[in-house]
């Protein structure tokens, strides 16, 4: 039995840039860090004395004779791509899927690293986002960026860079008292909406002048992101105050990054005392991230109150396997 354990992420600042099609000619850039809540994969090959090959069970449960039968396609095409057959995979989570933490992409990360270890293999980070990368965009034919793999996979506070030679992920340089008194500045709050992320991405369309004008800007508001946290004696709250410009300008890139009842929320707790914030993700529904601080938390709570609020704090360590029943010294390492 295999269960790996993998985070859910937060992106501040670049999103949108992430995408190929825009990043391969102009370059792009995110900061975004992993956080306490995951999701957990459990894999185990399956005795051949049932009726079927495969039980698989997240949301729904599939009883399969074969992969083409396989209905999720993240599993089935996971399951052709690294020779997977014969085995009971069960998903649980700390956060509700389609809720813009990239949940699809840690369990994708999750999956591939419970396979790799089913298969004797010690994956690597880069690995583990690559082929993640490569099932969800290419196999999958799901739109969306590349941030999603990558924070999931590496885990920590980073800067990930995209370019036409791939991506590039370097930890932000921020002393612990000053990423400690970000995170503290934080709250997180849930919509109670939930959506598929390629859904949004693909009705926002594809790229025209306006739109790339716009994430231009938004590439520009990552270093300026970057200066504010690594800098001693910058003011942190200016990190607040460039969340807000972000999800301006994050609003200005299709229709449906927010609704009317996302504005509201927003209105609300920027009235009530946030700084800034966002809704994380490719946008329409699940969470809201706000940079409040200390002293005007509990106005901001009061004014959200029917949300359902969430504490978290920062980690650093990514997709990882917490328990392998076969562990021995014979299990290979590779990488890419």
């Known amino acids: ?8 992420r937060m992106s501040f600042f670049g999103g949108g840039s992430d995408v190929e099609d825009f990043f391969r000619e102009h370059g792009g850039s995110v900061i975004s860090t992993t956080f306490n809540k995951y999701c957990f994969v459990t894999v185990r090959k399956l005795p051949g004395f049932f009726d079927y090959k495969s039980h698989l069970t997240y949301s729904k449960s599939e009883f399969v004779s074969s992969l083409d039968e396989i209905r999720h396609p993240a599993i089935r095409n996971a399951m052709k791509m690294l020779d ?16 813009g933490l990239g949940t699809s992409s840690s369990f994708a990360v999750g999956m591939l690293n419970a396979f790799y270890a089913l298969n004797g ?10 082929k993640a990368i490569y099932l969800e965009r290419v ?12 924070a999931a996979a590496y885990g920590g506070f980073n800067k990930i860079v995209f370019s036409d030679m791939g991506f590039e992920v370097t930890p932000v340089p921020v002393s612990p008292f000053r990423k400690r008194l970000l995170s503290e500045n934080l709250m997180l709050f849930f919509t109670g909406f939930t959506r598929f992320s390629a859904d949004v991405h693909t009705s926002n369309g594809s790229l025209n002048r306006e739109k790339i004008r716009v994430l231009e800007r938004i590439l520009a508001l990552c270093g300026d992101a970057e200066k504010v946290l690594v800098d001693e004696d910058a003011d942190l709250d200016e990190f607040g105050q460039l969340l807000d410009e972000e999800w301006k300008l994050k609003r200005m890139t299709g229709s449906n990054v927010s609704t009317d009842a996302v504005d509201d929320l927003y209105r609300r707790g920027i009235s009530a005392g946030a700084l800034g914030g966002k809704l994380l993700g490719a946008g329409g529904g699940g969470f809201l991230l706000f940079y409040v601080t200390p002293e005007k938390q509990s106005a901001v709570r009061e004014a959200l109150k029917d949300l359902l609020y969430v504490p978290f704090s920062f980690e650093d360590n990514g997709s990882c396997i917490i328990f392998n029943s076969d562990d021995s010294e014979s299990e290979k390492e590779i990488v890419p």
């Not at 269960?3 to 859910?8: A, G, N, V, Y």
């Not at 997977?84 to 809720?99: E, H």
């Not at 293999?121 to 690559?130: F, H, N, P, W």
């Not at 196999?139 to 990558?150: F, H, K, N, P, S």
Request: glycine fraction near 4%; charged fraction near 30%; hydrophobic fraction near 40%.
């Open 121 to 130: 293999i010690k994956a690597d980070k880069k690995l583990l986002a690559e």
């Open 139 to 150: 196999l999958c034919e799901e739109a969306g960026g590349w941030q999603d793999q990558i």
């Open 84 to 99: 997977i057959s014969s085995i009971r995979l069960t998903y649980d989570a700390d956060l509700p899927a389609r809720s």
């Open 1 to 8: 039995m295999i269960i790996s354990k993998t985070p859910f």
